[in-house]
């Protein structure tokens, strides 16, 4: 890595359609490897949109449609050779409400590793499973009920499981779109220190729609507004020497 700030993914010109309709308008960023990266904007604005191109959840969407170019280490995101089942491996995500599967804590976690045949033998996998929640904050609470179902968890305790079941591939990027958005204070609090200690080790980009958070948590941060990227930058300069008169706006909470 030649600096922090190295760009691990590249858009360029990227616009989203779902039919007619344009959600997204040529945005041109790039995500660094070692940083967090925030997308911040009033609602509707596309954040969510946009994330999704990055690991073609998009593909998802009937209607939806992506034009211009994505990169994720000079590998076309969108190329006809692009398997989209590795791409997510390597660009995981999390979503805005826990989603673990209905089985015990260690298949949530052991299941990735297991399908992209990460792990010979049971005790390659065992540790996998460990070493995966120890880093998203969990091993202490879990690690006596492993057999135990995900979704008896708490909330914060899902949502931690869905990052150790996204870390466990051994991604290269971490979406999260709005990670804490079903989550009450303390567990937020939680889920931000983790960020913080998941920061360097993959490229993370988090959707969000506090400010306080983006400006706790992320290095860089871009602004959204219906469909454009009006702004990107250091996080401390954009919250406080905005360049745009938008950015500007919403940050002292005109509008959003
Ligand atoms: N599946 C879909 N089909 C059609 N239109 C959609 C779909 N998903 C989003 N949109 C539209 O695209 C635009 C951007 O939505 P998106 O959810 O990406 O914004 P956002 O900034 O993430 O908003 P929020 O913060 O409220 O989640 C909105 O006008 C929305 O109505």
Same mark, same amino acid.
Request: aromatic share 8%; glycine share 8%.
């Given at each position: 890595? #030649?600096?922090?700030?190295?760009?691990?993914?590249?858009?360029?010109?990227?616009?989203?359609?779902?039919?007619?309709?344009? $959600?997204?308008?040529?945005?041109?960023?790039?995500?660094?490897?070692?940083?967090?990266?925030?997308?911040?904007?009033?609602?509707?604005?596309?954040?969510? &949109?946009?994330?999704?191109?990055?690991?073609?959840?998009?593909?998802?969407?009937?209607?939806?449609?992506?034009?211009?170019?994505?990169?994720?280490?000079?590998?076309?995101?969108? =190329?006809?050779?692009?398997?989209?089942? /590795?791409?997510? $491996?390597?660009?995981?995500?999390?979503?805005?409400?826990?989603?673990?599967?209905?089985?015990?804590?260690?298949?949530?976690?052991?299941?990735?590793?297991?399908?992209?045949?990460? $792990?010979?033998?049971?005790?390659?996998?065992?540790?996998?499973?460990?070493?995966?929640? /120890?880093?998203?904050?969990?091993?202490?609470?879990?690690?006596?009920?492993?057999?135990?179902?995900? &979704?008896?968890?708490?909330?914060?305790?899902?949502?931690?499981?869905?990052?150790?079941?996204?870390?466990?591939?051994?991604?290269?990027?971490?979406?999260?779109?709005?990670?804490?958005?079903?989550?009450?204070?303390?567990?937020?609090?939680?889920?931000? #220190?983790?960020?913080?200690?998941?920061?360097?080790?993959?490229?993370?980009?988090?959707? &969000?729609?506090?400010?306080?958070?983006? =400006?706790?948590?992320? /290095?860089?941060? $871009?602004?959204?507004?219906?469909?454009?990227?009006? #702004?990107?930058?250091?996080?401390?300069?954009?919250?406080?020497?905005? /360049?745009?008169?938008?950015?500007?706006?919403?940050?002292?909470?005109?509008?959003?």
């Amino acid at each position: 890595m #030649e600096h922090p700030g190295a760009p691990k993914m590249r858009t360029k010109d990227v616009s989203v359609y779902y039919g007619d309709k344009k $959600a997204i308008d040529q945005v041109t960023i790039d995500i660094p490897a070692e940083y967090v990266t925030a997308f911040i904007g009033p609602s509707g604005c596309g954040k969510s &949109t946009f994330l999704r191109t990055l690991n073609r959840m998009n593909d998802t969407i009937p209607s939806a449609r992506v034009e211009g170019t994505i990169e994720l280490d000079g590998d076309d995101v969108y =190329a006809s050779s692009m398997d989209v089942v /590795q791409l997510r $491996a390597r660009v995981g995500m999390v979503f805005q409400k826990p989603n673990p599967f209905p089985k015990s804590i260690y298949d949530n976690v052991a299941y990735g590793p297991s399908i992209h045949g990460l $792990a010979p033998t049971k005790a390659d996998l065992d540790q996998i499973v460990e070493k995966s929640l /120890q880093r998203a904050g969990l091993w202490n609470e879990v690690k006596d009920r492993l057999q135990e179902s995900g &979704t008896a968890l708490s909330g914060g305790q899902q949502q931690r499981l869905c990052i150790a079941r996204a870390i466990a591939v051994d991604p290269e990027v971490i979406l999260m779109d709005e990670p804490c958005s079903a989550l009450d204070p303390i567990a937020t609090a939680k889920i931000e #220190e983790l960020i913080d200690e998941l920061q360097g080790r993959y490229a993370i980009v988090i959707v &969000t729609h506090s400010m306080q958070q983006a =400006a706790r948590v992320s /290095q860089r941060t $871009a602004f959204f507004h219906l469909g454009e990227m009006v #702004e990107y930058g250091p996080t401390d300069a954009i919250f406080t020497t905005p /360049q745009e008169e938008r950015t500007k706006d919403y940050i002292t909470g005109r509008y959003g």
